[in-house]
């Protein structure tokens, strides 16, 4: 700590909190990762590496390492580049309002469903006799391993680098490309030298932000990547599940972690800092739509589109499929799924609603102030926090989830078998973009609104909930509908940890696929997504019933 | 009034309270709880007529053979079950050294063979399950080939990337394949036999049945099952063919055990007693479950669980659960390779 | 009820990575109750840490704020009973004015029937009718600005700050609203502090001035002290404008001196607050109005007009003396007065006793 002067201290209103704070993460993130590298760290009693040299000199595990590096660059690659497509024509090309909103719509769902179904769909489709390979009439390929994997993380994740390419493309000045066609240019020339380059730290973001996520991912290739192509997160699974080898799959589950950590701290500390473009300016006047030229553009509707009509199509399979008596075999329509889903399947829709629910509030609340605190320019050691609550969000869920068995199954804390464990899994997890946007949602907020609070008599408590709160109230939304939707749709982390007494949603979905149930797989699979979009809806209402006036208060005359 | 530092002590405590609170009510449980690795149909079958006969409720979770192996392994200090129940016995026999189960010999398992329950009554059979063939009916008449009669028929080019079978780290189908495999023609020679197998494999499926019904949809020509995987699909309609291979092949145990250190070890035991009783092995065949009941008094009437034609080699269980680890390793080593 | 403050040795260091500024630097203020004091000086110069640290916004490094003899440095900013007017107004935005102006009131518990009454009645000394159920951003600037003072008024604050209020708005009303604070201070009796960087503002509505340079105080006083006897150089450039000499002292008298200048000695008044040794350099200040111009036959100053400026109610000379060095006189524009052009050449009269002797 830099100086002494007690000027510089917290206010001691927060210290509480601050502990609080910090209890909650040493004992829900640092614990169990230190469990982990304990244990990865040890034999007998005594530190060595004899676990790390077993696990990397199998040849298996190190063609999963290589492979789960060249698949994430697979991904990311085509991802940024589809997602680019998508947020150009979403905000450049002067399409009609419905048709935005609806592309916005589509690329939203592979967010909210859970993560086997599109896979599951798409080996139907473009496995082997796959129904579109015998429309087309195209020979049979193998799509598992390498090829299927890669496709269907890239429906997967390309709509995170839309969303992310979005805001970059929105936030460009549009005078920029005033200025460059003003000076002569064709609109393809200006996209070119002016929108492109601008847009590449944005890019890098995202080829980043989905490098992590490809890495990270255990639900696709445990269905689509077979004994050709291994990765890193499955062969941890494996370890532990198939070999009995709890020390190796937490050291395979810790090879991982270095390069995650490693991409997170590239994306965060380098690409964030050479942004060209501030998100807090103000956003231009689109007065005149700035598309690439009338062939790009025709080009990229043209892929769009098939992409939407291919995501649709998915979709309505699962749809359809979940309506069958069996899948392919018996076309017949039935409830019956349904009705299993609602009756045996009960408990675990009511068991992951219920965990869902407490992990919104519960992580809304500690996400809500950990922004507050963190974004304090008085906070000791603010960076660390920083650091630290993101931590469980960035490592691959693999690694977090075996660390929570590691940690919590003995020695001074057992949660196993407990509710508790995934709730705190979900909440550590989770919380970042809440955290991240009520950080960023605080920035824009004038400190002298909070002072003028305080100067007219309100404790710093009365006024963080009737000044602060309600202005920050979007930044909170949006991180509870986050942690909703992935409480809902986990499944990488709490496969270690559901037990006899609480089953999720997304497990039953594997262990019905498993079973080759894919209509009742597809049921689950839709009623999950129904529950997401019900819940959503819930929470605008729910703000709209308690900030009636809002927009109209803050929207400038 | 000094709000903030209380409000501030309040809320944090509510929050850290909730969460481990919950952890801490790891109450009594007045239920018995358990791990199978039966489909769901089967165990709920059985699960819910104990129930209704005794009136205890039973939690169960189904995972594959290796994920209960490993579960009960780092569960081992706080076992998380009381009763493991339709497991490969080969897969019990490696847990015992590993203390993972009590030995209890259940009443009514004394007309189960020998054979089918472990000598010091750490594990007792409940059903037999032999190995075999299934391929897609359409798929050999299209190819104008015969349903295969030997192990070598599989290497047929016909099927080349075309079989579909399950991954020998987590599926015990897999293991026993390997286990009849090695049965049938030695060790040394399995393995150079599985190599040029892999070949014509599509996907090793994490379940043992995994590649069942796509075997039955016709998105692959065939593959290697238990027989109880393979009359389910028949079951449902789909066109299958069955066969088995003149080498031979090993039949599977079904049995369950007692979990060491189990929370409920009464309520264990009763359903022990109570899986053991003839009564319950007629359940197979009152609810479509295609297993041979392990008690001969048992009879069965499905002509597909006949096996007087079928060659069933002798398995000795306790080698191959000693061995189980070496023989997944150097599958992995020279069969995927 | 309004009180005294007390400044004692207040000082605030601020830490930018490993470099420290000392933003103020050993304040002492005593205001009483009742008065009006701005604190003057340009932008940099301690003036709003002084401020934000008197409502406890900012925590002194070393020092101590007391009102009406307590000892509040400790003291959490919700605790004071201070009044703050923000330069932006801070005006709480997805509240309507009612609501705005009755936040401190419902902090205090009072009751709804009160907090009507009340918030009308504020409504309506300040100058507005009819707004309670407007937003903030559907006002105009000097309507915030005045709800703001609504704001802090109701709550009967016993001492009020005031932060540059009048800064954002445009000239006319600033002149205007200056005016009304005052009265309103004024008729309420509130000890105010007031921070601004206008000195017109300043010399306008202080009872007296602080004014401010570096963190360090210059200088307190009336505003007609402080522009006829300014203690330093730099308030006697800062309020108003001033012609700045370099001379030496020839010999010190009783009530004048002999100044050495342009190779002239003058006599000179003397500076009471300050003895000059013989041989020392003093500066010599002259205020560009107390400079007359005329035919350069017979005076002592003679230059040329290098520059000239209509400013309405005087002209504005820049007369060169010898190259580099610069008089400014301003002359009131009327009809008696001669006006001289760009080239002329002009002598300069000055009156001894309008000038100031200051040290260097």
Aim: aromatic letters at 10%; one cysteine or more.
């Amino acid at each position: 700590m830099r100086s002494f002067d007690k000027s510089t201290r917290l206010d001691p209103a927060l210290v509480p909190l601050w502990v609080g704070l910090w209890g909650f993460l040493g004992l829900f993130v640092l614990y169990p990762l230190v469990r982990l590298i304990y244990i990865v760290f040890t034999t007998d009693g005594g530190a060595s590496l004899i676990n790390l040299i077993k696990v990397l000199t199998s040849w298996y595990n190190r063609k999963a390492f290589f492979n789960s590096l060249a698949l994430a660059a697979a991904v990311a690659t085509t991802g940024t580049f589809i997602g680019f497509l998508f947020a150009f024509a979403v905000t450049r090309i002067p399409l009609p309002r419905p048709v935005k909103w609806f592309l916005g719509a589509v690329v939203v769902l592979p967010f909210v469903s859970p993560p086997f179904t599109s896979s599951i769909a798409l080996t139907m489709v473009l496995g082997p006799n796959g129904l579109l390979l015998k429309l087309l009439h195209a020979p049979d390929f193998n799509i598992y391993g390498f090829w299927g994997t890669w496709i269907a993380e890239t429906l997967t994740y390309f709509p995170v680098a839309f969303l992310t390419l979005t805001a970059v493309l929105k936030a460009i000045d549009p005078n920029l490309e005033d200025a460059a066609m003003s000076m002569g240019n064709t609109p393809w020339g200006t996209f070119r030298t002016v929108t492109l380059p601008l847009s590449i730290p944005g890019l890098a973001n995202a080829f980043l932000l989905l490098f992590g996520s490809s890495l990270a991912d255990f639900a696709t290739p445990l269905v689509m990547a077979d004994h050709t192509f291994p990765v890193l997160t499955t062969q941890a699974y494996l370890q532990i599940t198939g070999m009995y080898d709890i020390q190796g799959g937490a050291t395979i589950s810790f090879i991982l972690l270095v390069p995650a950590l490693l991409v997170y701290l590239l994306q965060h500390y380098w690409v964030e800092q050479r942004s060209y473009i501030t998100i807090t300016g103000k956003a231009g006047a689109p007065s005149v739509v700035k598309g690439g030229g009338f062939f790009a553009e025709t080009l990229m509707l043209i892929i769009i589109s098939a992409i939407t009509l291919f995501i649709i199509f998915l979709y309505s399979i699962i749809f359809l499929g979940s309506l069958m008596k069996v899948w392919g075999v018996d076309n017949s329509f039935t409830l019956e799924n349904y009705v299993y889903v609602f009756t045996v399947g009960w408990k675990a829709v009511k068991d992951t609603v219920l965990i869902a629910v407490i992990s919104t509030f519960i992580g809304s609340a500690i996400g809500v102030t950990t922004g507050y605190l963190i974004n304090r320019k008085d906070l000791p050691w603010r960076k660390t926090l920083e650091f630290t609550s993101l931590l469980n969000y960035v490592l691959p869920g693999t690694v977090i989830g075996i660390a929570y068995a590691v940690a919590f199954n003995s020695g001074p804390i057992v949660l196993t078998g407990t509710m508790s464990i995934i709730v705190a899994l979900c909440v550590s997890r989770y919380d970042a973009t809440g955290i991240r946007a009520t950080i960023a949602s605080l920035q824009q907020i004038d400190p002298s609104i909070e002072e003028a609070s305080l100067s007219l008599g309100a404790s710093r408590f009365t006024t963080f909930f009737r000044v602060t709160l309600p202005l920050i109230m979007p930044a909170v939304i949006t991180g509870m509908r986050y942690l909703f939707v992935v409480s809902m749709t986990a499944v990488s982390a709490t496969i270690f940890l559901v037990s006899v007494r609480w089953s999720l949603l997304t497990i039953r979905i594997l262990e019905c696929i498993t079973e080759l149930l894919f209509a009742q797989a597809a049921a689950f699979s839709v009623v999950l997504v129904l529950i997401v979009f019900i819940a959503i809806g819930a929470i605008a209402v729910l703000f709209h019933i308690i900030y009636p006036n809002y927009y109209r208060q803050l929207r400038r005359p | 009034m000094e709000k903030n530092g209380v409000m501030g002590k309040v809320v944090t405590l509510a929050i850290l309270g909730t969460i481990l609170l919950s952890g801490i009510a790891t109450a009594a449980q007045p239920e018995l709880n358990a791990y199978t690795i039966w489909s769901e149909r089967y165990a709920q079958a059985i699960f819910s007529a104990f129930t209704k006969d005794t009136g205890i409720k039973v939690n169960w979770m189904r995972f594959s053979s290796g994920e209960v192996q490993a579960r009960l392994e780092a569960e081992q200090k706080n076992p998380q079950v009381d009763v493991v129940f339709g497991n490969m016995a080969e897969a019990f026999v490696n847990g015992i050294p590993k203390g993972l189960f009590e030995p209890y010999k259940p009443q009514g398992a004394e007309r189960i063979p020998d054979t089918f329950k472990d000598t010091d009554g750490y594990w007792t059979g409940v059903a037999i399950d032999p190995i075999c063939f299934m391929f897609n009916t359409k798929f050999l008449k299209d190819h104008n080939v015969e349903a295969p009669t030997s192990w070598q028929d599989l290497l047929r080019p016909e099927y080349k990337s075309q079989l579909q079978m399950a991954d020998a780290r987590t599926s015990g189908t897999a293991m026993y394949r390997i286990l009849s495999i090695i049965e049938a023609m030695g060790e040394d020679e399995a393995y150079i036999y599985q190599k040029k197998l892999n070949d014509n494999v599509q996907i090793y499926t994490k379940s043992g049945a995994g590649g069942a019904l796509p075997i039955a949809r016709g998105q692959a020509a065939g593959g290697i099952f238990f027989l109880v995987d393979a009359l389910e699909m028949q079951q449902k309609g789909y066109d299958v063919t069955i066969s088995y291979p003149k080498e031979g092949v090993v039949a599977g145990i079904e049995a369950m055990a007692l979990v060491k250190g189990a929370k409920s070890p009464d309520l264990a035991k009763k359903f022990l007693d109570w899986a053991s009783t003839e009564r319950m092995q007629r359940i197979y065949e009152g609810s479509q479950i295609n297993l041979i009941p392990s008690n001969p008094d048992v009879k069965i009437s499905n002509p597909g669980l006949d096996m007087s034609k079928v060659n069933v080699l002798p398995l000795d269980i306790k080698w191959a659960g000693d061995n189980r680890d070496r023989l997944v390793e150097r599958w992995i080593n020279e069969v995927l390779r | 009820m309004s009180l005294s403050i007390s400044l004692h040795n207040l000082s605030k260091i601020f830490h930018r990575g490993k470099e420290a500024f000392k933003a103020v630097d050993n304040v002492n203020l005593h205001v009483k109750s009742g008065e009006l004091v701005t604190l003057l000086g340009p932008s940099g110069c301690g003036k709003t840490t002084i401020l934000r640290m008197i409502a406890g916004f900012e925590r002194p490094t070393e020092g101590r704020v007391l009102i009406d003899g307590e000892d509040i440095t400790e003291m959490a900013v919700n605790k004071r009973k201070i009044g703050f007017v923000f330069q932006n107004y801070a005006l709480f935005p997805h509240m309507n004015i009612f609501d705005n102006v009755a936040y401190g009131l419902k902090i205090r518990g009072v009751s709804q029937e009160e907090r009507k009454k009340l918030v009308a009645q504020v409504l309506h000394m300040v100058g507005l009718e009819e707004v309670e159920n407007r937003f903030p951003n559907q006002l105009s600037g000097g309507e915030q600005q005045r709800v703001a003072l609504a704001r802090v008024f109701v709550t009967n604050p016993n001492v009020l700050l005031m932060d540059e209020p009048l800064s954002n708005l445009d000239a006319k009303l600033r002149i205007y609203m200056r005016a009304e604070i005052r009265q309103l201070q004024k008729k309420l009796g509130i000890t105010c502090i007031y921070v601004t960087h206008d000195q017109k503002e300043a010399l306008s509505i202080a009872d007296r001035i602080v004014v401010l340079n570096k963190g360090k105080v210059e200088q307190v006083a009336t505003p007609f002290e402080l522009y006829a006897n300014p203690a330093t150089l730099f308030v006697a450039d800062f309020i108003g404008q001033a012609n700045i000499f370099k001379g030496q002292v020839k010999a010190f008298r009783d009530k004048e001196m002999d100044i050495f200048i342009y190779g002239h000695v003058m006599a000179i008044r003397n500076n009471e607050k300050k003895r000059f040794k013989e041989g020392e350099e003093v500066a010599l200040v002259v205020r560009p109005e107390s400079v007359r111009l005329g035919p350069p036959e017979g005076s002592i100053l003679k230059g040329r007009v290098l520059s000239r400026v209509f400013v309405g109610d005087k002209m504005e000379y820049a007369i060169e003396i010898e190259p580099g060095n610069l008089i400014h006189a301003f002359e009131p524009y009327s009809r008696d007065i001669p006006i001289f052009s760009e080239g002329d050449s002009v002598g300069l009269r000055i009156n001894p006793l309008d000038v100031m002797t200051l040290p260097v």
